[in-house]
């Protein structure tokens, strides 16, 4: 094969992205005797993601093996631990105990988020791919705790669009669909089991902006639609009361600002008894429940950290002895065994990813596993603190800035670092990209701009078709307000971000060009009517929705067009570093070839980094160290 017919078979245009002679020269631009490495922040932990099995005997991890996360199963009361994976292209994507002798764990193709599933026994035997089919993507719809060989998955089989459930033994591979979900004008894009595994729930999807929330009481039954909402204002089904099989546990915000946790009974079609649980300033998050006592344990939200409001005194008294014992941490208990009465603990905070402990709940006895980064002294990392500032409007504006250790009441260079999503939310915690440039003397902003979930709907509405613009606007008010505090230094403040980060930091070049020393655009969008034609087709069924809070491409065309960095290039002056996973079915390569490519155009050198194995952001460690390394050889260039 020739190399052109080589680089032919390569996504995007393979002549853009730099030399590795010329990655090499910016990764040396970094000088300095630093304590800890890039690799220290970003290497596989040795041990990490414990789960207990089912019986309390077993406990199964990831570790590293060929520079690759595999998945690892020693006795729960110690002994040597049996590696049961042998990947050694791509890390495993997660893992769990279907019963107590085998797991299941799920992997993809060089980043392509096509997941497959696959279940190995705890010794290593019986390996078996459960779904060998092409380009199929899998989601868990129920692990059917109950049923030992079976679980309930989603797949896209027959349509890429388009999610069915089968049922399918983790023995045989055996597999049964359960419902069909055939028409993509009213596709299915959600299901949901009650608690012997039946399927009771169907969520339907019309013209990506409604939903249907379709009930049966047996699956003898057609489904039938109960509720209908539309995307602004959501009922989110959690699980079904112990008692009641007509009632269901919701996260509902219909008919109110803030998400709340509700009981709503589908048989009659409305809402039960006061809200489970309400918060004053934020949506409720998920609620907590014993499957052996079957009552609720809490509820889960975020202020400006996690936070559980217990209703079980039991599960109470329990995480106040846990927080007695592991004092100074968050404490998580992360997995249990089906008697409830063995868990695997995680402790972790700010400076942080702390460690996992086994806990004999009925001998009160606690048992440290391991510490995930021992070789990180959390004395040395930097706290992160919750701040708020008004952006230009008058909109209050919650985030988190990080100031290196022993800098504060300084000027100094800063980091801007606006999350992707963008309708997620940043929350406290470690975070290892934040503790390496607080590391090298840069402090850190997070802000949760408008658009961000967490504060209410119309917090989140407020971001609607603002890309580019309030929501932009609400980074560069907290440039400003870093600057008037004293804390940034003007001529040294940088912006970073993956996925819609990313897209805000072409934004921030292009809409505000002399506020930024320099930029590093991660997985960025540039251009919103390319980034919209080319979504996976599994975003489909969702596709006006995304042009209701976007916009769309026609009757928004003048917006769309003013809010894409590429058709501002000439603005552009700030210099720019892009990095780009081949494979990304969420940004495809085009977004940053485009706007490379137009910056070459006018003669502008961008540092262009392609992995041709990676897709929304690199999991390879090799290829994180090497990214890290260079955006620090940026960064020192432009900002030192």
């Known amino acids: 094969m020739s190399n052109l017919e080589q680089e032919h078979e390569l996504p995007g245009n393979p002549s853009l992205p730099s030399s590795a002679e010329d990655l090499l020269r910016l990764i040396g631009r970094e000088e300095g005797d630093y304590k800890y490495s890039v690799e220290d922040f970003f290497r596989n932990p040795e041990q990490t993601g414990f789960q207990l099995s089912p019986n309390g005997d077993y406990l199964a991890y990831a570790g590293p093996y060929e520079r690759r996360q595999n998945v690892f199963v020693c006795p729960a009361e110690g002994g040597e631990p049996v590696r049961i994976t042998q ?90 669909r359960l419902a069909p979900n055939d028409n993509p004008e ?30 049966r009481a047996a699956e003898d039954q057609p489904f039938r639609t109960v509720v209908k909402t539309n995307f602004k204002e959501s009922l989110s089904p959690l699980f079904f009361d112990f008692d009641d099989g007509h009632v269901v546990y919701c996260v509902s915000d219909i008919g109110r600002d803030r998400s709340e946790i509700i009981r709503f009974d589908f048989e009659k079609g409305e ?15 998920s609620l907590l429940y014993s499957r052996k006592r079957k ?35 968050e404490v998580v208990a992360v997995s249990s065994n089906r008697a409830e009465d063995k868990y695997m603990v995680r402790t972790f905070s700010d400076r942080s990813l702390g460690a996992y402990y086994f806990y004999d709940l009925r001998q009160d006895s606690i048992r440290k596993i391991t510490e995930i980064s021992p070789w990180l002294n959390e004395e040395d990392m930097a706290p992160m603190k919750p701040v708020s500032y008004k952006a230009r409007d008058g909109e209050e504006v919650q985030g988190y800035l990080t100031v ?51 504060y209410g709907k119309s917090f989140w509405m407020k971001g609607f078709k603002q890309w580019g613009h309030d929501m932009q606007n609400d ?52 251009n919103l009517f390319t980034f919209m034609e080319t979504i996976p087709p599994y975003w489909k069924p969702y596709l006006d929705m995304l042009y209701e809070m976007v916009g769309h491409p026609e009757e928004d065309k003048d917006r769309l067009h003013a809010g894409s960095p590429v058709f501002h290039i000439d603005q552009i002056k700030t210099p720019l570093f892009v990095v780009q996973g081949a494979n990304d079915p969420r940004v495809n390569i085009d977004e940053s070839d485009q706007i490379v490519q137009s910056l070459r155009e006018r003669g502008i050198d961008v540092p262009y980094m392609v992995k041709y194995n990676e897709g929304h952001g690199f999991s390879n460690e090799e290829n994180r160290f090497e990214f890290y390394k260079a955006m620090l050889g940026f960064l020192a260039k432009h900002m030192k």
């Not at 299915?188 to 595994?197: E, K, L, S, V, Y």
């Not at 606006?418 to 406290?428: L, T």
Request: charged share 20%; net charge negative.
């Open 186 to 215: 009213e596709p299915i894009t959600g299901w949901m089991t009650d608690h012997a595994g039946r399927l009771r729930i169907a969520i339907k999807t019309l013209n990506g902006v409604n939903q249907h929330i379709m009930y």
């Open 475 to 526: 980074i560069t008010d907290g440039v400003k307000w870093l600057i008037d505090s004293g804390v940034a230094d003007p001529k040294r403040v940088a912006i970073y971000g993956a996925s819609y980060g990313g897209y805000a930091t072409l934004a921030g070049i292009a809409f505000t060009p002399g506020l930024y020393a320099c930029a590093v655009d991660y997985v960025g969008v540039s």
């Open 404 to 454: 290196p250790k022993n800098k504060e009441g300084e000027k100094m260079p800063v980091v801007i670092n606006p999350h992707g999503g963008p309708w997620v939310r940043d929350s406290w915690g470690y975070n290892p990209e934040v503790q390496l440039l607080a590391s090298r003397g840069y402090a850190v902003f997070q802000p949760n701009y408008r658009g961000s979930t967490g």
């Open 295 to 329: 009552v609720l344990l809490g509820a889960v939200y975020t202020t400006w950290k996690r936070q559980i409001e217990f209703f079980d005194e039991q599960r109470r008294q329990m995480q106040k002895r846990l927080e007695s014992l592991l004092p100074g941490y």
């Open 87 to 176: 990947e050694t292209e791509r890390d495993i994507g997660g893992f769990f105990w279907a019963n107590n002798n085998r797991v299941v764990y799920v992997k993809d193709s060089g980043g392509d988020e096509n997941f497959q599933l696959f279940a190995v026994d705890r010794d290593g035997s019986n390996p078996r791919d459960l779904t060998p089919f092409q380009n199929v993507k899998i989601e868990f719809i129920d692990d059917l705790e109950d049923q030992e060989d079976e679980l309930i998955i989603g797949m896209n089989k027959q349509n890429p669009m388009l999610f069915e459930p089968y049922r399918l033994n983790v023995q045989t591979g055996a597999y049964q």
């Open 271 to 285: 809402e039960v008894g006061p809200p489970v649980f309400a918060h004053p300033e934020v949506d409720a998050g």
